[in-house]
T-cell receptor
Framework: DAGVIQSPRHEVTEMGQEVTLRCKPI?????LFWYRQTMMRGLELLIYFNNNVPIDDSGMPEDRFSAKMPNASFSTLKIQPSEPRDSAVYFCASREVGTDTQYFGPGTRLTVL | GENVEQHPSTLSVQEGDSAVIKCTYS??????FPWYKQELGKRPQLIIDIRSNVGEKKDQRIAVTLNKTAKHFSLHITETQPEDSAVYFC???????????FGKGTMLLVSP
């Protein structure tokens, strides 16, 4: 099994640009989570999908952030427009139905200049 | 919602010593408590977890204990090795379809 796949692994962009992060969960997993990690705030849950449906997006910082899961094998997190304070590592994680364990992807390190 | 406090934030030990990291949680309905290890520049990886129907679980040099009455749980690492150096995160959830609430993390440094 390839595990959770994220792309790109690194992204450097300028303030105001649109950024799209991508995630492919482990095959057969029906829950998907997007997290943001910074030194100051630790690991924060941004949004959580179950069976492709957003269940809890209370962690999404503001309207500049949006997430979609068009099918069971793909999700995107978009930031438009990006700001320097969005610089962080963004992790995607997935979980199999009926279990508790979340498996994390390698993360995307985002730098907004 | 759930709140997880973790301490210490940093912990330095000598190789061969034991290390203990402690977490408290606020929601008495929480029943699943995983611990993740994150090496520098890598993803968090599950190292051990415990459910509220047991008080202790061991896996080689690591163990986790849970005190439901006091709402705290701890990670114990014995005979520490330099490769144990990493950031360790505790988390709590109600289980089922709920989400994990993470502590802020403990940076463990094991000196040779």
């Amino acid at each position: 099994d390839a595990g959770v796949i994220q792309s790109p692994r690194h992204e450097v962009t300028e303030m105001g640009q649109e950024v799209t992060l991508r995630c492919k969960p482990i095959s057969g997993h029906n829950s998907l989570f997007w997290y943001r990690q910074t030194m100051m705030r630790g690991l924060e849950l941004l949004i959580y999908f179950n069976n492709n449906v957003p269940i809890d997006d209370s962690g999404m910082p503001e309207d500049r952030f949006s997430a979609k899961m068009p099918n069971a094998s793909f999700s995107t997190l978009k930031i438009q427009p990006s700001e320097p304070r969005d610089s962080a590592v963004y992790f995607c994680a997935s979980r199999e139905v009926g279990t508790d364990t979340q498996y994390f992807g390698p993360g995307t390190r985002l730098t907004v200049l | 919602g759930e709140n997880v406090e973790q301490h210490p934030s940093t912990l330095s030990v000598q190789e061969g010593d034991s290390a203990v990291i402690k977490c408290t949680y606020s929601d008495s309905a929480s029943n699943y408590f995983p611990w993740y290890k994150q090496e520098l520049g890598k993803r968090p990886q599950l190292i051990i977890d415990i459910r509220s129907n047991v008080g202790e679980k061991k896996d080689q040099r690591i163990a986790v204990t849970l005190n439901k009455t006091a709402k705290h749980f701890s990670l114990h690492i014995t005979e520490t090795q330099p490769e144990d150096s990493a950031v360790y995160f505790c988390a709590a959830s109600i289980g089922g379809y709920s989400t994990l609430t993470f502590g802020k993390g403990t940076m463990l440094l094991v000196s040779p």
